[in-house]
C-alpha cells in the first residue's frame, strides 16, 4: 500500500531564516506531487505541483520554491521566511484522479 | 470559472441527525468530485467520490448528490455521529494536461452534539 510522509510535523523559525521541508511518498512510481498551505484551519492552497523528477510548477508567485530530487521526493523551501509564510503545509500524490494527503507540517514563523 | 463554491461555512447537527453540505461549481470540464474529511491537526483525508456520469454514489453512512445540469453536487451524512466532527472539503478536477490538480471548496466545519 501507499504511504506518505511529512516531516518536521511542527515548526518554529525566525523571519528571515530559511526553510526545507521534506515529504516522501512509499509504494508508488512517478506520482504527481502537489504542495500546498492551509492558512486558519479553512482553505487548502496549492502551491506547487510536480508531474516529474526535475518538473515542477507554481500555482502562486511567492517567498517559496519547491524541488523533486528524487521520483518519490518533494522539497518545499524557502531562503528567507516572513511571518505571512506561517500556515499547515501539505504535501499529497496521485496516480490518477484520486489525491492523497500527507499529515502535515505546522509551520510557525515568529 | 475554476471557483468551487461550497456552503455553509459551519453547521451544528444534533446526533442521529442529517447533516448536508453543498458545493457549486461552473467549470463544465469538470469530471471528478471528491469530498475530503479532515480532523484538527490531521491531513484531509479522502472521504468519498463521483464522476458526472452517475447521480447518486453511497458508502455507508455517506452519501454525494450530484446534479450535472444545475452544476451542483452535496455531500448528506446520514445518522450523524459526534466523531463526524471535522472540517469536510468538496473539490473537483479534471484530467488531461491539468495533471490531477484539484479546485477545493472553502470548508464546511461541522459539530455534531451528542
Known amino acids: 500500500s501507499q504511504t506518505i510522509h511529512q516531516w518536521p510535523a511542527t515548526l518554529v523559525q525566525p523571519v528571515g531564516s530559511p526553510l526545507s521541508l521534506e515529504c516522501t511518498v512509499e509504494?508508488?512510481?512517478?506520482?504527481?506531487l502537489y504542495w500546498y498551505r492551509q492558512a486558519a484551519g479553512r482553505g487548502l492552497q496549492l502551491l506547487f505541483y510536480s508531474v516529474g523528477i526535475g518538473q515542477i510548477s507554481s500555482e502562486v508567485p511567492q517567498n517559496l520554491s519547491a524541488s523533486r530530487p528524487q521520483d518519490r521526493q518533494f522539497i518545499l523551501s524557502s531562503k528567507k521566511l516572513l511571518l505571512s509564510d506561517s500556515g499547515f503545509y501539505l504535501c499529497a500524490w496521485s496516480a490518477s484522479k484520486e489525491q492523497y494527503f500527507g499529515p502535515g507540517t505546522r509551520l510557525t514563523v515568529t | 470559472q475554476q471557483q468551487v463554491k461550497q456552503s455553509p461555512q459551519s453547521l451544528i447537527v444534533q446526533k442521529g441527525g442529517i447533516s448536508i453540505i453543498n458545493c457549486a461549481y461552473e467549470?463544465?470540464?469538470?469530471?471528478?468530485f471528491p469530498w475530503y474529511q479532515q480532523f484538527p491537526g490531521k491531513g484531509p483525508a479522502l472521504l468519498i467520490a463521483i464522476r458526472p456520469d452517475v447521480s447518486e454514489k453511497k458508502e455507508g453512512r455517506f452519501t454525494i448528490s450530484f446534479n450535472k445540469s444545475a452544476k451542483q453536487f452535496s455531500l448528506h451524512i446520514m445518522d450523524s455521529q459526534p466523531g463526524d466532527s471535522a472540517t469536510y472539503f468538496c473539490?473537483?478536477?479534471?484530467?488531461?494536461?491539468?495533471?490531477?490538480?484539484?479546485?477545493f471548496g472553502q470548508g464546511t466545519i461541522l459539530t455534531v452534539h451528542p
Open positions: 509504494g508508488t512510481s512517478n506520482p504527481n
Open positions: 473539490a473537483a478536477g479534471t484530467g488531461g494536461t491539468s495533471y490531477g490538480k484539484l479546485t
Open positions: 467549470n463544465t470540464a469538470f469530471d471528478y
